[in-house]
């Protein structure tokens, strides 16, 4: 039973936006921190987004920052990837993983979750 569900993938063209939807349907894990990552065809996976779940504190890779945004709803447990200004390279599979603890500075490593969504397509056109 998957214990986080994300949707909101799809088509759009370059310039546009898309929202990513990362629901925990166990919430007994509702309280993790929450990363997000995202592979591109033949490419290794990247890290996207950090949210921590009681400060809101947020890290962002390089290649977004200025351009996403991560949120979170912990009354619904929800956590949310803004994407604007969308561009051809951001084409990729997105994931959102939870961990219950984060080594220090490790926020944007994979290893450090356990839990992981099942990946949303996001596809821009140029």
């Known amino acids: 039973q998957a214990q986080l569900v994300e949707s909101g993938g799809g088509l759009v063209q370059a310039g546009g936006s898309l929202r990513l939807s990362c629901k925990f349907s166990d919430t007994t894990i509702s309280h993790y921190a929450v990363g997000w990552f995202r592979q591109a065809p033949g490419k290794e996976l990247e890290f996207v987004a950090f949210i921590s779940w009681k400060r809101f504190t947020t890290y962002y890779g390089d290649s977004v920052k200025g351009r996403f945004a991560v949120s979170r709803d912990n009354a619904l447990a929800i956590v949310y990837l803004q994407m604007n200004s969308l561009k051809p390279k951001d084409t990729a599979v997105y994931y959102c993983?939870?961990?219950?603890?984060?080594?220090?500075?490790?926020?944007?490593?994979?290893?450090?979750?356990?839990?992981w969504g099942q990946g949303a397509q996001v596809t821009v056109s140029s």
């Open positions: 993983a939870a961990a219950s603890t984060i080594d220090n500075g490790r926020e944007n490593s994979a290893d450090q979750y356990e839990h």
